[in-house]
């Protein structure tokens, strides 16, 4: 645990959340691409996005809200920081939709519709 005078962080915990970001991005790629689920182990964990986005959701709440017990007006500082988060992060998710989409038109055509399951491929040839 990283403690300064404004703010304490666990680094362990937000390593953890980037671990299981990544994965969730890993995830989202392999089912664009329409990808046959993995048979080994260790690679089963690279495509564990569900898990991964309840595992990163639950850290997050922790990390961003420890901050802010046993302070005073917590319940007030709690509300402000949750009004504020979105449009914080709206330019850098707005941005990465952008490069996101500029990537998929500009690579490659999907054979497989956006609303369908991700190993439609699959069932249709069986």
Known sequence: MITTPSVQRFAQLDALRGVAAMIVVIHHIWAEYSLKPLQI????????????????????????????VGEENCYEKVITATIKRPFRLAGIALLTGLIGYLIKENTYASPV???????????ESS
Do not use: M, R
């Open 113 to 123: 519709n956006a609303l369908s399951c991700p190993y439609a491929i699959e069932s």
């Open 41 to 68: 182990f260790p690679s089963q964990i690279l495509v564990a996005g569900y898990s991964c986005v309840c595992l990163f959701f639950i850290l997050s709440g922790f990390v961003l809200t420890y901050k802010f």
